[in-house]
Protein backbone atom coordinates (compact mmCIF):
# COMPACT_ATOMS: atom_id res chain seq x y z
CA UNK A 1 0.00 0.00 0.00
CA UNK A 2 2.59 2.22 1.05
CA UNK A 3 4.80 1.71 -2.19
CA UNK A 4 1.55 2.42 -4.65
CA UNK A 5 0.81 5.56 -2.76
CA UNK A 6 4.22 6.65 -3.59
CA UNK A 7 3.74 5.92 -7.24
CA UNK A 8 0.47 8.06 -7.42
CA UNK A 9 1.25 10.93 -4.77
CA UNK A 10 5.14 11.60 -6.02
CA UNK A 11 4.89 14.69 -3.58
CA UNK A 12 3.64 13.17 -0.72
CA UNK A 13 5.06 13.16 2.47
CA UNK A 14 4.36 10.57 5.43
CA UNK A 15 4.21 11.94 8.91
CA UNK A 16 3.59 9.26 12.04
CA UNK A 17 1.36 10.55 14.06
CA UNK A 18 2.69 12.26 16.64
CA UNK A 19 4.65 13.92 14.76
CA UNK A 20 2.38 17.24 14.66
CA UNK A 21 2.17 16.88 18.65
CA UNK A 22 5.42 16.76 19.06
CA UNK A 23 6.02 19.60 16.92
CA UNK A 24 3.88 21.96 18.46
CA UNK A 25 5.06 21.02 21.91
CA UNK A 26 8.09 22.24 20.76
CA UNK A 27 7.14 25.07 19.09
CA UNK A 28 5.25 25.87 22.37
CA UNK A 29 7.95 25.71 24.86
CA UNK A 30 11.17 26.71 23.01
CA UNK A 31 11.35 29.62 25.87
CA UNK A 32 11.41 27.04 29.00
CA UNK A 33 14.15 26.67 30.72
CA UNK A 34 12.42 23.47 32.67
CA UNK A 35 11.25 20.19 31.03
CA UNK A 36 7.66 20.25 30.40
CA UNK A 37 5.43 17.41 29.80
CA UNK A 38 2.50 17.39 27.72
CA UNK A 39 0.13 14.21 27.48
CA UNK A 40 -2.51 13.55 24.66
CA UNK A 41 -5.40 11.93 25.44
CA UNK A 42 -7.15 9.53 22.87
CA UNK A 43 -9.39 6.79 23.15
CA UNK A 44 -7.18 3.50 24.25
CA UNK A 45 -3.72 5.25 23.96
CA UNK A 46 -1.91 8.58 25.28
CA UNK A 47 1.00 9.94 24.27
CA UNK A 48 3.57 11.59 26.22
CA UNK A 49 6.01 14.65 25.20
CA UNK A 50 8.75 15.49 27.11
CA UNK A 51 10.43 18.84 26.24
CA UNK A 52 12.87 20.94 27.48
CA UNK A 53 13.18 24.24 25.56
CA UNK A 54 13.31 23.51 21.88
CA UNK A 55 14.81 19.96 22.61
CA UNK A 56 12.73 16.63 22.58
CA UNK A 57 13.31 14.73 25.79
CA UNK A 58 11.41 12.22 24.52
CA UNK A 59 8.47 10.88 23.06
CA UNK A 60 6.31 7.87 24.12
CA UNK A 61 2.81 6.23 22.73
CA UNK A 62 0.82 4.39 25.77
CA UNK A 63 -2.10 1.74 25.40
CA UNK A 64 -4.16 2.02 28.42
CA UNK A 65 -7.61 0.56 29.74
CA UNK A 66 -8.01 2.52 32.55
CA UNK A 67 -6.67 5.80 34.46
CA UNK A 68 -4.70 4.20 36.78
CA UNK A 69 -2.77 2.86 33.69
CA UNK A 70 -1.73 6.42 32.22
CA UNK A 71 -0.99 7.42 35.94
CA UNK A 72 1.41 4.09 36.16
CA UNK A 73 2.80 5.02 32.97
CA UNK A 74 3.23 8.95 33.26
CA UNK A 75 4.91 8.49 36.42
CA UNK A 76 7.10 6.03 35.43
CA UNK A 77 8.22 7.78 32.81
CA UNK A 78 8.55 11.05 34.75
CA UNK A 79 10.69 9.10 37.50
CA UNK A 80 13.18 7.47 34.48
CA UNK A 81 14.29 11.13 33.78
CA UNK A 82 14.15 12.18 36.69
CA UNK A 83 11.36 14.51 36.89
CA UNK A 84 9.99 15.84 40.42
CA UNK A 85 5.74 15.30 39.94
CA UNK A 86 5.75 17.66 42.75
CA UNK A 87 7.18 20.50 40.33
CA UNK A 88 7.18 19.41 36.88
CA UNK A 89 4.33 21.28 34.35
CA UNK A 90 2.29 19.02 32.71
CA UNK A 91 -0.50 19.85 30.58
CA UNK A 92 -3.41 17.39 29.25
CA UNK A 93 -4.96 17.28 26.10
CA UNK A 94 -7.26 15.57 23.84
CA UNK A 95 -10.05 13.09 25.26
CA UNK A 96 -10.06 14.23 29.38
CA UNK A 97 -12.41 16.74 31.15
CA UNK A 98 -12.04 18.56 34.53
CA UNK A 99 -14.84 15.48 36.11
CA UNK A 100 -12.96 12.45 34.31
CA UNK A 101 -11.36 9.84 36.30
CA UNK A 102 -8.03 10.67 34.50
CA UNK A 103 -7.89 14.51 35.92
CA UNK A 104 -8.91 13.65 39.16
CA UNK A 105 -6.46 10.72 39.72
CA UNK A 106 -3.81 13.15 37.69
CA UNK A 107 -4.58 15.45 40.65
CA UNK A 108 -3.69 13.54 43.29
CA UNK A 109 -0.25 12.85 42.11
CA UNK A 110 0.80 15.84 40.29
CA UNK A 111 0.69 19.00 41.60
CA UNK A 112 1.11 21.52 38.53
CA UNK A 113 -0.91 19.88 36.00
CA UNK A 114 -3.30 22.03 33.62
CA UNK A 115 -5.76 22.17 30.52
CA UNK A 116 -4.15 22.92 27.48
CA UNK A 117 -5.15 25.94 24.88
CA UNK A 118 -5.99 25.78 21.26
CA UNK A 119 -2.80 26.61 19.09
CA UNK A 120 -2.05 30.27 18.57
CA UNK A 121 -2.27 31.32 14.89
CA UNK A 122 -5.28 30.13 13.83
CA UNK A 123 -8.98 32.04 13.62
CA UNK A 124 -11.73 29.67 14.94
CA UNK A 125 -14.94 29.93 13.92
CA UNK A 126 -17.69 30.59 17.19
CA UNK A 127 -18.88 27.08 16.90
CA UNK A 128 -15.65 26.18 18.47
CA UNK A 129 -16.47 28.33 21.71
CA UNK A 130 -18.80 25.11 23.47
CA UNK A 131 -16.06 22.63 23.34
CA UNK A 132 -13.11 22.73 26.00
CA UNK A 133 -9.54 24.53 24.38
CA UNK A 134 -8.09 21.25 25.13
CA UNK A 135 -10.43 19.14 22.69
CA UNK A 136 -9.56 18.47 18.97
CA UNK A 137 -5.96 19.53 19.58
CA UNK A 138 -4.57 17.08 17.05
CA UNK A 139 -7.23 18.35 14.18
CA UNK A 140 -5.63 21.86 14.79
CA UNK A 141 -2.43 21.07 14.73
CA UNK A 142 -1.98 18.84 11.28
CA UNK A 143 -0.65 22.25 9.50
CA UNK A 144 2.36 22.03 11.21
CA UNK A 145 3.11 18.87 9.54
CA UNK A 146 3.16 21.05 6.26
CA UNK A 147 4.64 24.12 7.08
Request: aromatic residues 14%; negative net charge; proline residues 3%.
Amino acid sequence: MLEETGNRFKNASIFHAGSAFIESQIRLNKLESEATVSVLIRNQYFDVVITQGSDLKLYNSYRYHSSEDIMYYLLFTMEQLQLNPDQIAVRCYGEIEKISSHWMLARKYIRNISMGERPDGIIYSYGFEKYSPHQYYPLFIQTLCVS
